[in-house]
């Protein structure tokens, strides 16, 4: 007997877990962003996404490797303004183009930078972290997450506006920093904001700047670059979504809606809120948007980063 079988269905994506891939180390601002994002978008897909860290070389490494991955869907990168910008000045063999080998897919984050030091670290304000960073130039640090990541070149413009070159020391990301900071092992790092939050609250470190216009709500008592005596240090960064290039449309359009909803979900709202993170609105969130944002970013650090290199 030969009974007839309906073919199956083809069932949409997607149909088993998703890797995420985080260019730097846990606990840091990218892997903090990927998870609460990411925790929702799994509930939406209706499939797990794992978070893999992938460290070095200022989240280059990873980069490359979501750049060769298959275009399926499967893996996927949170990268930021150094990965998908930063990193084309000043990585000359970079082995990947954040607009020609990716798909971008949504932004999630943007994050505002500020000024950090040990909590022992002598100056008082921005004023004095300047005079003191000036006189002793060869004798201070700053932790940063590598070449072309935000913190590294975050505190390049930083060093370029008082025209210091203090010793800079690399770490696999923000998070490991961060501890050296708390510890007291590093004087000094440009971080982004969701990184910092926590640790101010609990005065395990200082702050002395946001580099903003505006203040921002999850730290009321911390002044921007400007009130502090330094204006021309502005910066802040962005988080954002990337599929290797040649994923469907129909893939993307599903990672990206899932992102948006992310995005709207009260829960993920506050917690970003709370880190002071900046949620992109509606217009920002789109694929197209974050292209040009690549393309500008890129345009905008190129003269900025290339005589460095
Ligand atoms: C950076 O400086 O690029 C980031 O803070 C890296 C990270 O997420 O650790």
């Known amino acids: 007997l030969c009974a007839f079988v309906a073919p199956a269905k083809a069932q949409t994506y ?37 978070i893999e860290n992938v460290v070095g070389a200022g989240g280059t490494t990873a980069t490359t490797r979501a750049a060769r991955a298959a275009n399926d869907g499967y893996t996927l990168i949170t990268g930021h303004m150094g990965t998908h910008a930063a990193s084309v000045p ?18 999630l984050a943007g994050t505002p930078i500020l ?25 201070v640090n700053a932790a940063h997450a590598g070449v072309g990541s935000v913190s590294h070149v975050s505190c390049e413009l930083l060093h370029s506006i008082l025209d210091v070159k203090p010793v800079s020391v690399p770490f696999n990301g ?5 501890n050296a900071l708390v510890g007291g092992q590093v004087d000094y790092m440009c971080d982004q904001i969701v990184n910092a939050v926590p640790q101010i609250n609990a005065g395990t470190i200082k702050a ?41 449309a129909a893939i993307v359009a599903s990672l990206n809606a899932a992102a948006s909803k992310a ?32 393309k ?14």
């Not at 998703?18 to 840091?28: E, W």
């Not at 000359?92 to 932004?107: S, V």
């Not at 000024?115 to 004798?139: C, G, H, Q, S």
């Not at 921002?216 to 962005?238: D, I, R």
Request: proline share 11%; glycine share 4%.
């Open 14 to 50: 997607p149909t088993r877990s998703i890797t995420m891939i985080v260019p730097f180390a846990a606990g840091g601002p990218t892997d903090v962003i990927a998870r609460i994002v990411t925790g929702h978008m799994a509930q939406t897909l209706g499939q797990s996404v794992i």
């Open 90 to 107: 000043l990585y000359p063999k970079l082995a990947y183009h954040p607009e020609k080998d990716f798909e971008p897919i949504a932004l």
């Open 115 to 139: 000024i950090l030091a040990r909590k022992d670290f002598p100056p008082k304000d921005l004023n004095e972290f300047v005079t003191y960073v000036k006189a002793n130039a060869e004798k």
């Open 174 to 178: 923000t998070g490991p920093a961060m």
């Open 208 to 248: 002395y700047a946001i580099a903003t216009p505006q203040r921002n709500p999850s730290l009321p008592n911390v002044p921007t670059t400007a009130e502090a005596g330094l204006p021309k240090f502005q910066a802040q960064a962005w988080n954002a979504m990337f599929a290797p290039k040649g994923t469907s």
């Open 263 to 294: 995005l709207d979900d009260e829960n993920v709202k506050k917690r970003l809120l709370e880190l002071g993170s900046v949620i992109p609105a509606a217009a920002e969130r789109t694929p197209e948007a974050l292209a040009t944002l690549v």
């Open 296 to 309: 500008n970013e890129i345009a905008k650090w190129t003269p900025v980063l290339k005589p460095a290199t």
